[in-house]
């Protein structure tokens, strides 16, 4: 008996809970390993565990898939209060937990966070843009490329904001060649969030009409040195970070492609040696209580080389191109006290790009250069609501020229020259209030100018949010967006410096009912209505009062259309730390232009009719997680003027008329984590199309009769099914 008491006295009991970073939500099926006495333990479904160890000090190894692992010593009895972060997001300096899954949304936005944005950038592309294309309103039938439409509107109408700034090209690509593939020139490796505004764009953000993905990135570790090193099919990557004391952190990434293995394998060009390199750096400081400073850096060279297929190309065909980004921002934040935040952004972004034929010689060149400054002041009420106001100022530049090529001593026709430079500026207000807990109000405006002659241009926002019945709101929002001509086009020899801005008005309604803190159903029934859309109505060839009109490879820009999108989407969705995660989604919509100058309607170029988006993920056990993701979509429009007669394609009078098969695609992905004492390696494996369904682009009009009008279309497949696999090792 006496010698029972003497043991037992000797063992000590270690005791805690383990929640998410993020959400503060307990975390179940976490294993908590002592590497002295192999000992382990599991979370319950509260985040609560119990280890019985010996009297002597234990190392404790704590982990489960998708979340970073976390190694803390302990000596004797203790109790431990633990928070795991996400695998997109690291320890910082403060760590702000968010009321519930969903409070980090603004009116009308939906929001990528944690694990979702690691399973569904994919194991084949590593790009975060790939997670946002399985979101509702969301088109993006086109493999190859990160861009995506949004309820009709193209990528050149939607803003995608890093940190607040707002970028020009973001992508691994080759410029000109739409048709090529394309990759988000950073990783999700520095990402910590994702926030897609689909529906009326709010104040502070500025020259886009069709919507808003704002991402924001994350701090290095403040707890420690720490490493990765990611290596998926397309590209190998790796990053460090750490701290800098007690006040700062820093974060760098860098990532090598070996891409165009597997475009040469994909694809039915060949020749298609495509690659990029890419690398990111993050520093941030705390210089004083109320002072904080941050520094990114993101540099990106992506290249084509054909000279295995050179003596198949032609004059005017692309062997080379080059394409070389260059991104800084420098904020720095200050907080005089707890109602006050003043945030002030210096941005610096550079881009050259430059093709060549086989001779070689030069087929297009061009430079994009932009100074710009952010500026915005919160003010928090106390109580009732709060005030924020800011403005941007960017100095943008621009020059480059396309040539068409012929044999000597003919001269090269020039096709397109722009050379120039405009500042662009604008400020805004916005006010809200909150009526007894029940009802939000927002209201503001911006004011937006061009040194060139273009009109200036003023965009009201509204919103009201009222908690109509228990667990249940309604949003209606309203607003107006304008989006300024590029430099190109405004100095284009194509262009002229008076065209204007374009614009849209947008409302959308928005009823939400949530099932507990987790899972909500939500509804959007929205509204766009397009006017003075910048198009080359004379560009393509058609039917033209009855003959074969060849199209004008010089036809000028214009501000020709007027448009509109229209529909609705459901979405239920839950998201948890635990058990099943994911979404349902269903939209509808219709979406149309009017040209003036050719007096046609037509559907837009990505006027997609239904679409479904399917996503979930389960963390089956402490190192397995599994997830898919199915998406649907109707037939997109072929652009162009085409018709079928008898079968068989001939050019039409009028545009978009012929559409591409449903578009279905069905990925399946494993996460298996293997927990070392000093290391802790993940595979990723997936199935890509694991239904191997044929998925169809539109790559060019190859040819055309001049006198009957019969035309030949080039449609390319997408990816068919295709297995993946990837390795994350973090030390």
């Known amino acids: 008996m006496h010698s029972s008491f003497l043991l037992l006295s000797l063992i000590a009991e270690i005791r805690g809970r383990i929640t998410d970073g993020r959400s503060g939500e307990a975390l179940a099926k976490v294993e908590i390993k002592c590497r002295e006495s192999g000992e382990a333990a599991r979370t319950g479904p509260d985040g609560r565990f119990t280890l019985d160890l010996g009297s002597g000090a234990c190392t404790l190894r704590i982990a489960s898939v998708g979340y970073r692992p976390v190694t803390q010593k302990v000596e004797g009895a203790t109790e431990l209060d633990v928070a795991l972060m996400p695998d997109t997001m690291t320890k910082s300096e403060a760590v702000e937990v968010s009321a519930g899954p969903f409070a980090t949304e603004t009116a009308g936005s939906v929001s990528l966070a944690g694990n979702e944005l690691r399973n569904l950038s994919n194991v084949l592309a590593d790009d975060p843009l790939r997670a946002i294309q399985s979101l509702p309103g969301v088109t993006a039938q086109n493999d190859f490329q990160s861009q995506f439409a949004l309820r009709g509107a193209g990528f050149a109408r939607i803003g995608m904001l890093v940190d607040g700034v707002l970028l020009h090209s973001p992508f691994h690509a080759v410029v000109g060649d739409a048709t090529d593939a394309s990759i988000t020139n950073f990783q999700g490796e520095i990402l910590e969030a994702a926030n897609l505004i689909p529906g009326p764009i709010p104040s502070q953000f500025s020259d886009r009409t069709g919507g808003i993905l704002d991402l924001a990135t994350r701090d290095g570790n403040a707890g420690g040195l720490k490493f990765r090193i990611n290596a998926g099919i397309s590209a190998v990557g790796g990053s460090a970070e750490g701290n800098i004391g007690e006040k700062g952190t820093w974060l760098v990434a860098a990532r090598q492609s070996y891409l165009q293995y597997l475009l040469d394998r994909l694809t039915t060009e060949p020749g298609l040696a495509f690659e990029y390199r890419d690398v990111q750096a993050k520093v941030s400081y705390a210089l004083t209580p109320h002072n904080h400073f941050s520094l990114l850096l993101m540099e990106g060279v992506s290249s084509l080389n054909r000279n295995s297929v050179a003596s198949t190309?032609?004059?005017?065909?692309?062997?080379?191109?080059?394409?070389?980004?260059?991104?800084?921002?420098?904020?720095?934040?200050?907080?005089?006290?707890?109602?006050?935040?003043?945030?002030?952004?210096?941005?610096?972004?550079?881009?050259?790009?430059g093709e060549e034929n086989k001779t070689p010689s030069p087929l297009e060149q061009g430079f994009y250069g932009e100074w710009a400054w952010y500026g915005n002041a919160s003010k928090q009420w106390s109580g009732f609501g709060s005030a924020d106001f800011g403005g941007t100022f960017r100095r943008v530049r621009e020059d480059g020229y396309e040539d068409k090529?012929?044999?000597?001593?003919?001269?090269?026709?020039?096709?397109?020259?722009?050379?120039?430079?405009?500042?662009?500026?604008?400020?805004?207000?916005?006010?809200?209030?909150?009526?007894?807990?029940?009802?939000?109000?927002?209201?503001?405006?911006?004011?937006?100018?061009?040194?060139?002659?273009?009109?200036?241009?003023?965009?009201?926002?509204?919103?009201?949010?009222?908690?109509?019945?228990?667990?249940?709101?309604?949003?209606?929002?309203w607003a107006q967006a304008a989006q300024f001509a590029e430099i190109s086009q405004l100095t284009s020899i194509l262009g002229r410096p008076n065209l204007l801005p374009e614009r849209a008005g947008q409302a959308q309604l928005t009823a939400q009912q949530m099932f507990g803190d987790a899972t909500r159903l939500r509804v959007d029934v929205y509204d766009r209505q397009d006017r003075d859309l910048i198009f080359q109505p004379l560009y393509d060839p058609r039917f033209l009062n009855g003959v074969v009109f060849a199209g004008n490879l010089l036809a000028p820009l214009q501000n020709s259309q007027r448009g509109y999108g229209k529909g609705a989407e459901i979405f239920l969705q839950r998201r948890s730390a635990n058990r099943l995660s994911g979404w349902v989604s269903y939209a509808y919509a219709v979406s149309r232009v009017r040209d003036g100058a050719l007096r046609l309607s037509a559907p837009s170029e990505y006027d997609l009719r239904n679409s479904v988006h399917v996503y979930g993920s389960y963390r089956w056990t402490p190192t397995i997680n599994l997830s898919g993701r199915f998406a649907y979509g109707s037939g997109l429009p072929e652009p162009g003027f085409f018709e079928l007669r008898n079968g068989v394609t001939y050019l039409s009078a009028n545009f978009n008329q012929l559409r591409l098969p449903a578009y279905q695609r069905t990925d399946l992905r494993i996460n298996k984590a293997f927990v070392k004492k000093k290391i802790q390696l993940t595979l990723f494996a997936e199935v890509v199309n694991l239904t191997n369904y044929s998925n169809m682009i539109f790559d060019n009009l190859s040819s055309f009769n001049t006198k009957t009008g019969q035309a030949s279309i080039q449609l390319d497949k997408t990816f068919p099914i295709l297995p993946a696999a990837g390795l994350v090792i973090d030390f």
């Open 313 to 353: 190309l032609g004059l005017n065909s692309l062997d080379t191109s080059s394409f070389n980004s260059t991104t800084a921002i420098a904020t720095w934040r200050y907080t005089p006290d707890a109602t006050w935040i003043v945030t002030n952004r210096v941005a610096y972004l550079r881009e050259r790009y």
């Open 405 to 477: 090529l012929f044999t000597p001593p003919t001269p090269a026709s020039l096709l397109d020259q722009f050379r120039g430079a405009g500042t662009l500026g604008g400020f805004y207000g916005r006010q809200s209030w909150k009526f007894k807990k029940r009802v939000r109000v927002e209201a503001g405006a911006r004011g937006d100018w061009h040194s060139g002659p273009q009109p200036q241009v003023v965009s009201p926002y509204a919103s009201v949010t009222a908690d109509a019945w228990k667990g249940g709101s309604v949003t209606a929002s």
